[in-house]
């Protein structure tokens, strides 16, 4: 319940940041990642974002008509691979002061002990998820 109650409350301060851009956290999580890994299988972005791919697929659509990402069929079975376009890393680019003063509010409501231990517990997560060129 509190780890719950923490991510929907810490999910708020970012939507509500990234609101007037026309973006939602999970979007721009969606594409910071893809501009790092580059042209993924949707799968893999999925396990490394711990996301169902229904919901990564319904994003991935939607911010393909945004012209954010790009969606193709991948070579070989039903697979599709993401890509972030121009207009992704414009977009990033101009989501980056919100997500800057998001940060400031997350720090201030978890204190830096509490920021401490989020980053140090993230990091351990993610380090189980190698990501692979």
Do not use: F
Not at 22 to 50: E, F, H, K
Request: net charge positive; charged share 25%.
């Amino acid at each position: 319940m509190r780890v719950r109650l923490l991510s929907r409350r810490l999910s708020r301060i970012y939507d509500a940041a990234l609101r007037p851009h026309g973006i939602t956290v999970a979007q721009l999580n969606l594409l910071t990642l893809i501009q790092s890994v580059g042209r993924a299988p949707s799968g893999r972005i999925a396990d490394l974002l711990s996301m169902e791919i229904s919901t990564l697929s319904r994003n991935a659509r939607i911010m393909e008509k945004e012209g954010w990402l790009t969606i193709e069929h991948a070579e070989r079975g039903n697979g599709r691979l993401l890509g972030l376009t121009p207009a992704g890393a414009a977009k990033l680019e101009e989501c980056l002061p919100a997500w800057e003063h998001a940060q400031d509010v997350a720090k201030d409501l978890l204190g830096a002990a509490g920021t401490g231990d989020l980053k140090r517990l993230g990091d351990e997560l993610w380090s189980r998820q190698p990501i692979e060129p």
